[in-house]
Structures are given as C-alpha cells and as structure tokens.
C-alpha cells in the first residue's frame, strides 16, 4: 500500500503481512450437497497452475448462510501450504468425498424422469417389462442411487427404456419410438454415489391394467 519514496503519517497502514504457510481455502458447496459436508472433513484440492497434484485439509468452518445467486453455501478448509504454492485469490477445485453407506444402485440410463415421478422397466419374466416408479437419491456421472421402488437383484432395463415406453403407448393407442438399442442389468447393492443432479425426461409407462410389455429382443 506504499511506494518507494512515498511521504507516510503516523498511523498510516503500511502492509498486510500474511503467514501463507498455512491458508484458508473457501469452497462453494451446491445446496443439495451441503447437508453432507461437516466439520472435520478431508478436502482434497487441486489447481490448474500444478497438474497431477493435490492437497489436502480439513473443513474447519461452514458459513450459515447461503448464496441467492449462486445456491451455494461456503465451507472453509485449513490447510498447509507446502513451499507457498497456493497464492490468495487463486481459483481451485476441491473434491470431498462423502460416505454414503449401502444402498441399490442403477445406471442412470435405467430411470426415466418425467419431471413429476421415476419410472423404472423391471423384467417380470423372461422378455417381459413392467413399469416400476421408483424414489431416487444420490447421483454420479453413471449411477443413481435407488431408494424405493425396487429390490437388490431385480434385473431392470439399462437402455432401451424409451424403447419400451414407446411400445407400450403405441399398444395403447399413441407414443413414438425413442431409441433402437437395449441392455439389462440386475439391481445390485453397493455404495452409493455422490452427490449430484441429473436431466429429465420426459416418459409414460404403460396404463394400469396392461399386460407386461414382451420384449424378445431385450440383451439381459
């Protein structure tokens, strides 16, 4: 806040000295993944400026408010700063990883959102579909997280859903066909995935009281 040279008062701010040892690392959180971030935490971070490496620290702080604009809230983390890598206002990611306990999972091609409910295709029979909505929890990249609706070792339809979807409306009386390819896959228990969100899509199974959709040339 100085220059060299510059006339100075009695009292004048002069510098900020900061330990840059140790930092403070503030992270948005989404508001649907804040309830699972606690103090005590490990955080790992990551930054552009050092690829391949990654540190580590701890939440040490949640701020009690959340962001409007945003719809994140703030998290610190406390963290070492071997040889001052990491300078002040310098932009990073950082990864928390949430144990989540045992839950079924499914690929999320399997889920067919319509916005309103989830819709699962369950094989009944051999080469028989029906319709089961389910409640969904957490989601990766390729996993959702299945909550009801479903039982571990039922085999539903990985792809092809729409497929499916599409051939019961045609049976009752409209619909089109969405999709040309097919896949199967038991429900299974496992870990559940992280936190995340998901596109919709727009489905409708068949109408109650329907047979089973008879799906011969499913891949299961």
Same mark, same amino acid.
């Given at each position: 806040?100085?220059?060299?040279?510059?006339?100075?008062?009695?009292?004048?701010?002069?510098?900020?000295?900061?330990?840059?040892?140790?930092?403070?690392?503030?992270?948005?959180?989404?508001?649907?993944?804040?309830?699972?971030?606690?103090?005590?935490?490990?955080?790992?971070?990551?930054?552009?400026?050092?690829?391949?490496?990654?540190?580590?620290?701890?939440?040490?702080?949640?701020?009690?408010?959340?962001?409007?604009?945003?719809?994140?809230?703030?998290?610190?983390?406390?963290?070492?700063?071997?040889?001052?890598?990491?300078?002040?206002?310098?932009?990073?990611?950082?990864?928390?990883?949430?144990?989540?306990?045992?839950?079924?999972?499914?690929?999320?091609?399997?889920?067919?959102?319509?916005?309103?409910?989830?819709?699962?295709?369950?094989?009944?029979?051999?080469?028989?579909?029906?319709?089961?909505?389910?409640?969904? +929890?957490? @989601?990766?990249?390729? &996993?959702?997280?299945?909550?009801?609706?479903?039982? /571990? !070792?039922?085999?539903? *339809?990985?792809? %092809?859903?729409?497929?499916?979807?599409?051939?019961?409306?045609?049976?009752?009386? +409209?619909? @089109?066909?969405?999709? &040309?390819?097919?896949?199967?896959?038991?429900?299974? /228990? !496992?870990?559940?995935? *992280?936190?995340? %969100?998901?596109?919709?899509?727009?489905?409708?199974?068949?109408?109650?009281?329907?047979?089973?959709?008879?799906?011969?040339?499913?891949?299961?």
């Amino acid at each position: 806040m100085v220059q060299q040279g510059q006339y100075v008062n009695t009292g004048d701010q002069l510098f900020n000295i900061a330990d840059l040892s140790n930092v403070w690392v503030e992270v948005e959180v989404y508001e649907n993944e804040f309830p699972n971030v606690h103090i005590g935490q490990r955080v790992e971070i990551r930054s552009q400026s050092f690829p391949g490496k990654s540190f580590s620290g701890k939440v040490s702080y949640i701020y009690p408010f959340l962001d409007p604009k945003t719809r994140t809230v703030k998290a610190r983390v406390e963290m070492p700063n071997p040889g001052m890598r990491l300078k002040p206002d310098m932009f990073v990611n950082a990864i928390i990883k949430v144990p989540l306990g045992s839950a079924i999972v499914v690929p999320v091609t399997a889920v067919l959102d319509t916005g309103t409910r989830q819709v699962v295709w369950v094989e009944s029979s051999p080469g028989m579909f029906e319709p089961r909505d389910v409640k969904v +929890g957490q @989601q990766t990249d390729d &996993k959702i997280q299945i909550i009801s609706g479903i039982n /571990p !070792g039922d085999k539903v *339809a990985v792809s %092809g859903g729409y497929l499916i979807d599409s051939e019961s409306q045609l049976k009752g009386g +409209g619909g @089109q066909d969405h999709s &040309k390819h097919t896949g199967g896959k038991p429900a299974a /228990p !496992g870990q559940a995935p *992280a936190a995340g %969100g998901h596109e919709g899509h727009t489905s409708q199974p068949a109408s109650p009281g329907k047979k089973p959709m008879n799906m011969d040339d499913m891949k299961m």
